[in-house]
């Protein structure tokens, strides 16, 4: 029993599930990152893929252009981080709370647009709507293995890969990353040096907004082919939760984001399963946030307590 | 003093805006039936939580309005009490106020495991005040209130008929199901259909995502099942049965089957390579019950109803599957025969079919049945 079980983990279809999976979880792990290194906190991204996921799927259903449909989620993603950067940098609200209210009502918002769009509270099913596919590359496809694993991706999985490259170069590479991190490890040395914190900040939680708002069409445009009510299920979280553990290295944040995926991975495996009790099926990635999360705090403790690091 | 202030503001910009959710449904629910005023006419009250999710609430809510369209002296009115679904006790506890307190309503109809809690309260409170629990999974320990008909529907009998199919149209000789939760109101869709499947010999993958609502976790679900060589593949799992549906799709030779409603009726238009991919559905025909009792208060007699706790089986039309053009178009001839031979033989009684709900030792006898046959 348990050895059908790690042998379903060893195959080459379970490293297929888990990329695939883990779109999304590592979309909205840049999303959080992208604000954090620049010293503000979204919590919204849950909400922001949930508009995102509704507006690409609503915007390809009026316009009849998947592409189109695209600009229109990514615009609703960047509106929603400008609302946002508006509450708390103009009028001074704690953007932890501007999160939490967000995400207070990003369900019944997007089930309010969707009835109006639909007469339906379900689902978008009744929508005629241009989706987007996966792409085969014609050279990489015939090599076994490799080819499976870079070839026939879903498109917005490789847009993924594609911005997890630009976004490095751009953090750590360019002035423009350099500011960004500097805005985030000290706002009034920033400041001083003649960084305008607030812009740089405000052009961070909107590509915050464009990432997540990615996020959610995958899952509507590109993996499901419709808007399904609550289907961002978490997803957002884990993105945070990644960033939590990260604590500001790029790739610690790649890392816990594939973690997460591939624990998702281990639940479906699970939920099959007549040995592990399936209550804590869905409990699974979530004990690995709290796990990673632990170690990665007691590691800090650590050299904290050591003198190797300053307390911030 | 400024944080405070701040912190204040932030807090009744959540509740204003916690507030609109509730206030869409604070315009629907407040009725406006064209025959309002007159007294003669038999007048139902509707509470559901919401509506409009295309599943299980929806087929009760359009039996409702269609019977409130109907010219036959019957006015139903239906309120979305609840629409996040929150089972907030004061909710529900002033709705039945609002319908009950004046005695307006011959007929109260509420339920689902869920909410049907309330709807017990307020059969003890308002002892004059007719109910009906359309779905009921838990009866209260004292029994069937006695101004209350609760129904259910005969789950095991409807899984029994879609293993039957399952086995008669898999080629691979392995099925599989996707239930949203694992419990044993949830089971009793089940236990029917791994009984018959474990009969016949036919390998079955049964899945417990743990949500209703993670649609592209249910994608993966049915893949990993369809990897496993599972060719005929059922889902009860709610909204993260899209997912389900849509990966049967990307495979020609995978069929679905739908639950509650007739699923291919629902894509058939705007998604066919969902609608394809769905064979049947396995129909709870909530809005039949719902129509004949209607029907019975309309006659006066439906009190002879009240006190009592009935499964509307096959017999009663109460639950079955969809035999729309596509399933007979698509469902061989022998394997229609096969599933009506089923159906007539588990209406007599011929078969016994096994029940989650009626086991005394659930947490023993459920396992056993569920991994007889069983693929890991």
């Known amino acids: 029993m348990l050895g059908n079980i790690f042998s379903s983990l060893f195959k080459l279809t379970f490293l297929l599930t888990v990329l695939r999976m883990a779109t999304p979880i590592l979309f909205a792990s840049i999303a959080a990152f992208v604000t954090a290194s620049a010293g503000v906190a979204n919590i919204a991204v849950e909400s922001i893929m949930t508009f995102g996921a509704l507006a690409g799927i609503l915007g390809s259903y009026a316009t009849g252009n998947v592409w189109a449909g695209v600009a229109i989620g990514l615009l609703v993603g960047a509106g929603t981080a400008l609302l946002i950067a508006f509450f708390s940098m103009r009028l001074g609200a704690d953007p932890i709370l501007i999160g939490i209210a967000l995400n207070t009502f990003a369900d019944s918002l997007s089930i309010f647009f969707l009835y109006l769009a639909t007469g339906e509270k379900g689902t978008s099913a009744s929508l005629l709507t241009p989706t987007l596919g996966s792409v085969d590359i014609p050279g990489i496809k015939s090599i076994p293995v490799l080819g499976e694993i870079l070839s026939g991706q879903y498109i917005l999985t490789y847009v993924c890969w594609i911005l997890l490259i630009v976004l490095f170069i751009m953090i750590y590479k360019t002035p423009l990353g350099m500011r960004m991190r500097a805005c985030g490890l000290n706002a009034d040395a920033a400041r001083t040096a003649g960084i305008n914190v607030g812009r740089i900040r405000v052009f961070s939680l909107v590509l915050s907004g464009l990432f997540a708002a990615l996020g959610g069409m995958y899952l509507s445009l590109n993996s499901i082919h419709l808007f399904s009510k609550g289907m961002v299920s978490g997803l957002g979280w884990m993105g945070i939760a990644a960033n939590g553990i990260a604590n500001g290295s790029y790739g610690m944040l790649l890392l816990s984001a594939l973690l997460f995926a591939v624990f998702r991975g281990i639940s479906i495996v699970f939920s099959q399963s007549a040995v592990f009790p399936v209550d804590l099926v869905r409990a699974v990635p979530y004990f690995a946030v709290f796990f990673f999360l632990t170690i990665s705090s007691i590691i800090s403790y650590l050299r904290i307590k050591s003198g190797k690091v300053e307390e911030q | ?376």
Not at chain 2, 31 to 36: L, R
Not at chain 2, 82 to 103: I, K, T
Not at chain 2, 248 to 257: A, L, N, P, T
Request: aromatic share 10%.
């Open chain 2, 1 to 376: 003093m400024k944080k405070a202030l701040k912190f204040l503001m932030a807090a009744g910009m959540t509740l204003s805006l916690a507030a609109c959710s509730n206030g869409g449904s604070a315009a629907t629910a407040t009725p406006a039936p064209a025959d309002e005023g007159s007294d003669d006419g038999v007048k139902i009250a509707v509470l559901l939580p919401f509506t409009g999710d295309q599943s299980y609430f929806d087929t009760l809510a359009q039996a409702a309005r269609e019977v409130d369209a109907e010219d036959n002296g019957i006015s139903v009115q239906i309120f979305e009490v609840d629409p996040s679904g929150s089972a907030d006790e004061s909710l529900w506890m002033n709705a039945f106020a609002d319908v009950c307190e004046d005695g307006e309503y011959d007929l109260v109809v509420s339920g689902n495991n869920t909410y049907e809690g309330f709807l017990y309260q307020a059969c003890e409170k308002y002892p004059d005040q007719m109910f009906y629990n359309f779905d009921y999974s838990a009866l209260p320990e004292e029994g069937t209130p006695a101004n209350c008909y609760c129904v259910n529907w005969a789950l095991d009998d409807l899984g029994y008929v879609v293993g039957t199919l399952s086995a008669e149209m898999t080629k691979t000789g392995t099925v599989g199901v996707v239930v949203g939760m694992d419990n044993q109101a949830m089971n009793q869709f089940i236990s029917g259909y791994v009984q018959v499947l474990a009969d016949k010999g036919v390998k079955y993958v049964v899945s417990y995502p743990g949500s209703f609502t993670d649609t592209d976790l249910g994608k993966e679900v049915t893949s990993a099942m369809i990897d496993k060589g599972a060719d005929v593949i059922w889902q009860v799992a709610g909204g993260l049965g899209n997912g389900v549906i849509e990966a049967c799709s990307q495979h020609d030779d995978v069929w679905c089957i739908g639950v509650d409603q007739d699923q291919y009726l629902q894509f058939k238009d705007t998604k066919p390579e969902w609608a394809n991919t769905i064979l049947t559905s396995a129909l709870k025909n909530t809005n039949v019950a719902f129509k004949a009792v209607a029907e019975m208060v309309k006659e006066g007699t439906y009190a002879d109803k009240l006190g009592k706790a009935e499964a509307w089986g096959i017999a009663l039309n109460g639950v079955g599957l969809a035999e729309n053009d596509y399933y007979l178009a698509n469902c061989p001839e022998d394997v229609r025969a096969a599933v009506a031979d089923t159906l007539a033989k588990v209406t007599a009684g011929e078969v016994e079919v096994k029940d989650t709900l009626e086991m005394t030792d659930y947490d023993t006898e459920w396992p056993e049945l569920l991994n007889a046959n069983r693929v890991e």
